[in-house]
């Protein structure tokens, strides 16, 4: 079993930064061997969480700063989003209901959806947070 790291990449939290990690995304699963429907469904899932980090993690401080690795661990593409946020209440993230009809709130919906498996915590030294995303590709 060997675990190739694609990329791995520190950016701040600001929203505008978000096109080019949707782009680097997108280019890398498709050099994976995601087909186009799959790697888009890849981008909606890491811009939704990095999304939630900027907004609530960092609570919208452009100071903060996100990193995001992609790696490949035998056909599994798995992603590891960290942040130096506060550490968040890991009981409140969680899909609002979807009879509950208004703009916003869907982020955490579509990446269980599109996720094979998710996994949040906190870091070991307690300043910051992670989410790990993986999906399997073969």
């Known amino acids: 079993m ?11 939290a600001k929203p505008e930064r978000l096109c080019l990690i949707r782009s680097l995304v997108k280019r890398t699963a498709e050099v994976a061997g995601c087909c186009t429907e799959l ?28 990193v995001l690795q992609m790696l490949n661990n035998d056909g599994k593409l798995r992603f590891r989003i960290v ?6 209440d890991l009981d409140s993230v969680k899909p609002r209901d979807l009879d509950d009809l208004r703009p916003g709130g869907l982020g955490t919906h579509f990446i269980n959806e599109i996720m094979d498996e998710c996994d949040m915590g906190h870091l070991d030294e ?12 073969s």
Not at 2 to 12: D, G
Not at 83 to 88: L, R
Not at 126 to 137: A, Q, S, V
């Open 39 to 66: 790697s888009d469904r890849l981008v909606l899932a890491v811009n939704e969480a990095c999304m939630n980090v900027i907004q609530h993690a960092y609570q919208g401080d452009e100071l903060g700063e996100i």
């Open 2 to 12: 060997s675990i190739e790291t694609l990329f791995e990449i520190r950016f701040p």
């Open 126 to 137: 307690g300043n910051g947070n992670y989410l790990e995303m993986t999906k399997k590709i």
């Open 83 to 88: 942040d130096y946020a506060n550490p968040i």
